[in-house]
């Protein structure tokens, strides 16, 4: 009788599948409320920055009655953010290429050669991730060594910070490069410089821009340390300018929005076409290796 | 497993020489170990702004850090709290929505990873200055919305209520953190065989001994990483709680970072030190655990 061994199963799938249809549909329901509650503050200073003073009080969700963009003008002249802006670049950009760079030949020698005092160095390096920055301390550090409320000083000590996190991540990727490629290469007469910029620099390709986009995005961040050592205002990144600005005009919600719009906005840019890499670079020490 | 091991090369060190690494150990001797090391002097002297010889002073600091009813001691106890509570909020809400987005739903599951994920890039001294306008008492969107909905006696004052202040820190801080420990653990589950699970369900398992039996075990090592990282995170909480409460009201919401802030602010740079080393032996021996559970992990894959 194939009419029933045919719809036996049919008539068995059907069962939970009515079950599992609502189930999903409860799921997707969370997950949805779940993604809004996350992106809500984005779209409330977003609608927010284009509203007039008195409608941004209450800095509600409704949608601005005329869009006011002169509220960018007001904050770019008056947060001097071109300015902040142009420090933040600097600062992130200049760290990140340092602390990439700077990570990058230290794992390649102590992954590659691991001698008893390799191992001992790189151990030294990653505790790195764990210790707190004594900031009391470093500023007779930042004194001695002429760094306090410098340009240069910000850079170094950004790349200093991110260090042992780069050489972590960049150290677990080399174990996946086969040695054989090193090998092959010095046969061919490669001095350790040419090994390192012609064939490991390439092949790292991956792990440093993984590691470069975590450091961007964690850097842009960054708030104690200007906080602590840059005292002159025009050397201040965004984040220190922002929440000086928010200091004055705390109840004008526009324009705290709309300064708020121009500093996530790097970070928003780098988030969305840096996607595929930031997953695989946070997980890489965590999980796999 | 891919050769990686570098024996083969004869005279290995003459073609991967340490100096190579000498930049990198430079500045972090230089700009974090120092400082450390140094703190440990400086918080047994009298170092401050308003005396220029340090006399050595032994452990008097450390006996003003830790003394009962001071502003240090509320601190000390509040970012205790504060890591505790957020070690949990995390980790839960973090492995709730890695299985939500990995088995839940099939559809816009990659949409939901990068929106939950989102608030961990922006930036805290942001995410602070926007919370503080939700969570206004008379004006945010939070109490009018619980109004709204009719949960009028829920509505409270929360960034200005001793009893109530520290734990919106700790939800605000949630809400930015949970998407960062949610991708590491789904890369967790995502390397549990799928046909433990068949396996299990045919005899007969429901999703709670699934849960119990074989997710959570096989998910240890990385509920280990992701504790201790979430530890390390909260025993040196500072910009969160620097902008939404600024420590107050009173000393309801002081960390010891924030202290660390203001001692050094007013020139007691001894005292500061001393708290400073407080968090550096806690936090490095945490790290030490951190790193053989990384390796062990690393080894393991």
């Known amino acids: ?289 | 497993m891919h050769g990686a091991r570098p024996r083969r090369v004869p005279g290995k060190a003459r073609h991967y020489p340490t100096y190579f690494s000498f930049g990198a150990l430079a500045l972090h001797l230089v700009f974090i170990v120092v400082p450390s090391i140094m703190g440990i002097y400086y918080s047994l002297t009298s170092w401050s702004r308003y005396s220029s010889d340090t006399e050595f002073v032994g452990l008097d600091n450390y006996r003003s850090v830790f003394r009962s009813h001071g502003a240090m001691w509320q601190a000390i106890k509040n970012t205790v709290l504060f890591t505790g509570a957020t070690m949990v909020t995390k980790t839960v809400i973090g492995l709730m929505l890695a299985l939500l987005v990995s088995r839940g739903i099939r559809r816009f599951s990659t949409f939901h990873r990068a929106v939950i994920y989102l608030p961990a890039v922006l930036p805290m001294i942001v995410v602070g200055i926007v919370f503080k306008s939700i969570l206004n008492p008379s004006t945010g969107i939070l109490n009018g919305f619980l109004d709204a909905v009719g949960l009028h006696s829920l509505s409270s004052r929360w960034l200005t209520d001793t009893h109530i202040a520290l734990y919106s820190i700790v939800a605000v801080d949630t809400w930015k953190g949970v998407g960062f420990i949610m991708l590491l653990l789904l890369a967790g589950l995502e390397s549990i065989p799928r046909e433990y699970y068949e396996a299990a369900r045919i005899d007969g398992a429901n999703a709670f001994d699934e849960l119990r039996l074989i997710t959570l075990p096989l998910l240890k090592p990385v509920l280990t990483v992701v504790t201790v990282l979430n530890l390390l995170y909260g025993l040196k909480i500072f910009d969160s709680v620097w902008v939404l409460t600024n420590g107050g009201p009173g000393y309801a919401t002081e960390t010891v970072n924030t202290i660390v802030f203001k001692e050094f602010a007013r020139g007691h740079y001894a005292v500061s030190a001393a708290l400073s080393t407080v968090l550096f032996v806690v936090m490095t021996t945490a790290g030490l655990f951190l790193i053989r559970a990384m390796h062990r992990q690393m080894d393991d894959a």
């Not at chain 1, 007779?140 to 000083?153: D, E, F, R, S, Y």
């Not at chain 1, 490629?181 to 090994?195: M, S, V």
Request: net charge positive; aromatic share 12%; proline share 5%.
């Open chain 1, 1 to 289: 009788m194939p009419d029933v061994a045919d719809r036996a199963p049919v008539v068995r799938r059907r069962k939970p599948s009515v079950r599992r249809s609502v189930r999903r549909g409860v799921n997707h329901t969370v997950a949805a409320s779940v993604s809004l509650v996350m992106f809500i503050p984005i779209y409330l200073v977003v609608v927010n920055s284009l509203k007039t003073d008195a409608q941004a009080r209450p800095m509600g969700a409704g949608l601005p009655k005329e869009l006011r963009w002169d509220n960018y003008h007001v904050v770019i002249e008056e947060g001097k953010l071109a300015q902040t802006f142009v420090n933040s670049v600097i600062y992130t950009v200049f760290a990140t290429v340092l602390c990439v760079l700077l990570a990058m030949s230290a794992a390649f020698v102590l992954a590659r050669s691991r001698t008893r005092l390799n191992r001992l160095l790189y151990l030294f390096l990653v505790i790195g991730i764990a210790m707190p920055v004594n900031y009391v301390t470093l500023t007779k550090v930042m004194q001695a060594t002429h760094l306090v409320n410098t340009q240069l000083g910000m850079i170094v000590l950004y790349a200093a910070f991110k260090l042992p996190f780069a050489v972590f991540v960049i150290y677990a990727f080399l174990h996946t490069v086969p040695v054989d490629i090193d090998e092959a290469a010095i046969i061919d007469g490669c001095a350790p410089r040419q090994l390192f910029w012609k064939i490991m620099v390439p092949l790292l390709r991956p792990a440093w821009i993984t590691v470069g986009i975590l450091t961007f995005l964690d850097l842009w961040s960054e708030f104690i340390m200007p906080l602590y050592f840059l005292s002159s205002s025009d050397k201040w990144p965004m984040t220190l300018a922002i929440y000086n600005f928010f200091g004055i005009y705390e109840s004008s919600w526009n324009l705290v929005s709309a300064d708020v719009v121009l500093t996530i906005l790097p970070v928003l840019v780098v988030f969305v076409f840096g996607q595929r890499y930031i997953k695989s670079g946070l997980t890489a020490g965590a999980v796999k290796g």
